[in-house]
């Protein structure tokens, strides 16, 4: 089986719905070896099934939280067991409380933080251990084009997101010795469950959200998975510490 992903053995976090599902299903098509990894316990024993079987290879659901240090290690000592080694992480699990700058309540803002940051750091602290023992392999942090632009009730979140391009690029200098590069997605808006749920209602505003989007339309998470794909394989072999926005020329 061919495809820019042939055999790589994948990890995808936040897999079960939305942009995590678009890219597990991009690289399996791309004939990556896929551990799909999610929260909610048995929400992707189905899905992967049909996912391995359309296309020829194997797309293994995992469920743990990302911020769960011990379950994060059981898993990824798992699968480095099972495949003998690790050559991608998509750390694409992540909350998001949209609140004014007067509504801001400490606890979303530090599950934010915990999920979208922590755990990323702690994420890559570990397989980059595991990546090195191969002589290498790519990183994928899911960013957000807030982090770039700014965004008006998103401070908070939009902050996590900085963490992650700043992380990023620290990461990839540090890692390069290892064979390992490290790089980022930013993505616009991506028309997602979680996006259907917090912006359909609004009618208007996304109207106007759209008509600031030079090519005209919301992304998709396949737009996503495209430059997750491309970033995680050896096309971009001469590619690190880079923050790849995927945001329709966006200006929110
Ligand atoms: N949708 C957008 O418009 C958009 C824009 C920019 C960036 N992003 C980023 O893209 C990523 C995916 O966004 P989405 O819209 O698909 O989100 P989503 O909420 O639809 O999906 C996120 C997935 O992550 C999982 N998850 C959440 N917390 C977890 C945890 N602690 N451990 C394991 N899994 C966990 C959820 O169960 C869910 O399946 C996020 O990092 C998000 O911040 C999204």
Same mark, same amino acid.
Request: charged share 20%; glycine share 10%; net charge positive.
């Given at each position: ?11 995808i976090?936040?897999a079960a719905?939305?942009?995590g599902?678009?890219? @597990? *299903?991009?690289?399996a098509?791309?004939?990556?070896i ?9 929400s ?8 391995s079987?359309?296309t ?7 469920y743990?939280?990302?911020c ?19 050559d ?15 509504m801001i ?12 940051v922590? @755990? ?6 570990l397989?980059?251990r595991?990546?090195?023992r ?24 939009s902050?996590?997101?900085? @963490? ?9 200098k540090?890692?390069a010795?290892?064979?390992?590069r ?6 616009g ?8 749920e917090?912006? *359909?209602? *609004? ?11 030079a090519?005209?339309r ?6 996503? @998975?495209?430059?997750?794909t491309?970033?995680a ?8 510490? *880079? ?10």
């Amino acid at each position: 089986m061919g495809g820019l992903l042939c055999n790589k053995v994948c990890i995808i976090t936040g897999a079960a719905q939305g942009i995590g599902k678009g890219i @597990a *299903e991009q690289f399996a098509a791309d004939g990556a070896i896929v551990y799909a990894c999610d929260l909610r316990e048995g929400s992707m024993d189905e899905w992967s099934k049909e996912c391995s079987a359309k296309t020829s290879t194997r797309v293994v659901p995992m469920y743990f939280d990302v911020c769960d240090a011990t379950a994060v290690k059981n898993a990824f000592m798992a699968i480095f067991k099972a495949e003998g080694r690790i050559d991608v992480l998509v750390n694409n699990a992540g909350v998001v409380f949209n609140r004014r700058i007067g509504m801001i309540r400490r606890d979303e803002t530090e599950l934010m933080f915990r999920v979208n940051v922590i @755990a990323v750091i702690e994420m890559v602290q570990l397989v980059s251990r595991l990546m090195a023992r191969n002589g290498g392999g790519s990183i994928v942090n899911i960013a957000s084009v807030t982090a770039q632009i700014g965004s008006p009730g998103q401070s908070a979140y939009s902050a996590t997101k900085g @963490a992650v391009i700043s992380f990023t690029k620290s990461a990839a200098k540090e890692l390069a010795s290892q064979g390992i590069r490290v790089n980022a997605v930013a993505p616009g808006i991506v028309k997602t469950e979680r996006f259907a749920e917090l912006y *359909e209602s *609004e009618g208007k505003k996304i109207d106007d959200r759209i008509s600031r989007i030079a090519l005209g339309r919301l992304g998709t998470p396949q737009d996503i @998975a495209n430059a997750c794909t491309f970033l995680a394989s050896d096309r971009s072999s001469y590619i690190s510490g *880079e923050i790849l926005g995927v945001n329709g020329c966006a200006s929110i």
